[in-house]
């Protein structure tokens, strides 16, 4: 092993340490992590002495760095991760010709309501779909990694509630659930009592 | 209401090419062998309401019941007939359908105000926010998904040349000892004092250094540069080695030369 | 999706696709794979239009492109692929810091016996430890290079004599014997693990 760049022998003042070093360090724990980044698990890589206005600096520029290539460097819930550009998967996909998954309405609709209304039992989902929501919906998108049972509501049978969880954020190169496509705007439109008492006294 | 609904069953039901149609299209005969596929397009019966509704252009927020309930019932007829497993939700809606339908068609109250409650508005918030979500979920669905629309990025990281041996520390050793004097109650000559350790210690010096050549003079032992305590401790330690019969000290004549070697050596020479 | 690089559109002469591209498209495809890609894997991304020769190339050029980063290009076994440079592991190591393996107490007690009692045999060790020595303790120190025999004491069956070695002593940051903690104190015989920690803080 190349002695030259031993941890141990690091400079504690942090701005001592060279910048490109710094950066083709950062470079490689990010190409080599499938899971985002985030900034606290950076700094480790630093053992803390750099802060996050530099870090946030150098990782700008690796971002422009490789804006031409590829692949890209993007901030999703997780932190800081390397994806591919959309038009490489064509090519990519010719070394794995197994298709992703693709979801069905069910699953679709049943994270729909996960997302946007959590955190929900199994019975707020039937409510809202009008039927019953089998079992597989539920383990399929749990396997994914994308919904987990946060806790119980406390009603009779304690059951579970459900919420999306990060990786269902970075799935979709989300930072929050506030960039979820809005809902459509049918507020307006719904009925609810309020609603019409409202018009009524207008 | 009722005459809402009466004005609606007489307005056209929809406009197709701006051209209005009075009647709904006859459009409800789906081939048998369709019927399963059409089963599994519909995610329920809120789903199918909502399909009537948009397909037929009916006004959501002023549903005519009687139209919407009698184009449902003969879907769920039609697949009654085929012997279709069809979900209990069906049924139960039709059930509401009917309720709703009946409810409007009781006579208006005297007092009527416009916060009289419309039978149709639950079920009409259920329709709309069912859309709601089924619209989300379309849009969920378009957001790129990773391994789908995208690759996680993730070069092997080369970690064979780095297998980390355990790290012993000073104090490991030290309670490996005092866990062995404490559990096998070492009698008290086995005390090792910082003496006998450097005796010890220059025991496996003289050791090696036997090994490396069969005989070395004594007195090479000795450094000229060797303080006096060194000088006594390498004496003690080439006496032990000798007591514990593994060097053997050789002296031919008196004010000869002494020689050392290993007991090894003397057995093979 | 962006369009323009829908691989339907792609010329079909191999020359005509512009070598930057290619490269880019390798560089993704190398650093979405764990597992090293053979040529004939590579092949694919290009529909197989581009032969081994210019494939060859152009993955030598990416070799060159990445030399000063922290990842290479390398051609293994099974093809080719990025690995991290050994000099970036320290710092990956920060991010997953796998707790440092530890010897067995058997194999300490068996050290502190060579350490404190040397030269010892193993059936000295064994009267000390009061159980057999198996040869896998022995050969893990002498793997380590902390112990080695340096003769054999003249009793029947003529047993190997261990001592320790210089790299124990570097290995433990001692310049000599005479600096491993003292066990004068030990005579006592009553010594606990608490008092002996106390002992080192102090």
Redesign the interface.
Known sequence: ?SEQLKPAQLPSAADSLDSEKTKCILETA?????DPLPLNEIKKLFNNELNADILQHLLEELRKKWADSG?ELVTVAGGW??????E??PF?NRLNPQK????S??V??T???I??RQPVTRGDIEE?????VSSPILKTLEARGWIDAIGHRNVPGRPALYATTVKFL?????CSLEE??P??E?GS?????EN??K??LS | MNQVIDSIDKEPVAKVCGEPLMEIPKDLYIPPDALEVFLDTF?????LLLYLIRKHNLE??DIPMAELTRQYMAYVEMMQAHQLEL?A?YLL?TALLIEIKSRMLLPKPVAD???E??PR?EL???L????????????????????????????????E??Q???????????????????????N?H?????ET??V??H??HI??H??DRDTVEFYDFFSPSATVPEVIVIFLALLELAK???VEIKQSKVFEMIYVR???AS?TA
Do not use: C
């Open positions: 092993m990010l190409l080599t992590t499938q692949i991760r390397f994806h591919t550009k959309p490489m998967l990519l992703p998954p693709r979801y309405r069910a679709l609709e994270l729909a309501i997302a946007y809202i779909r009008g039927v019953t970075n799935d979709l190169n989300l979820l496509p809902l459509e049918l439109l719904v009925e609810t009592k019409s008492e018009q009524s | 995610q329920g019966p809120l789903d959501i927020r979900a939700e809606m105000t416009e916060n409650h419309d508005a009409v918030r259920r709309l926010e069912y859309e709601q979500i089924k619209l989300a979920a379309l849009r969920l669905n378009e957001l790129p998904h990773a391994e789908r629309d995208f690759a996680l990025v993730q070069a092997w990281i080369e970690k040349s780095t980390q041996p355990p790290n012993v520390h000073l104090d490991d050793l030290r309670n490996a000892w005092v866990m062995l004097i404490s559990r096998a109650n070492v008290r086995h005390q090792v004092t910082r350790l450097s010890r210690a025991m496996s050791m090696r036997l090994n514990e019969r593994l290993t007991i090894e057995a």
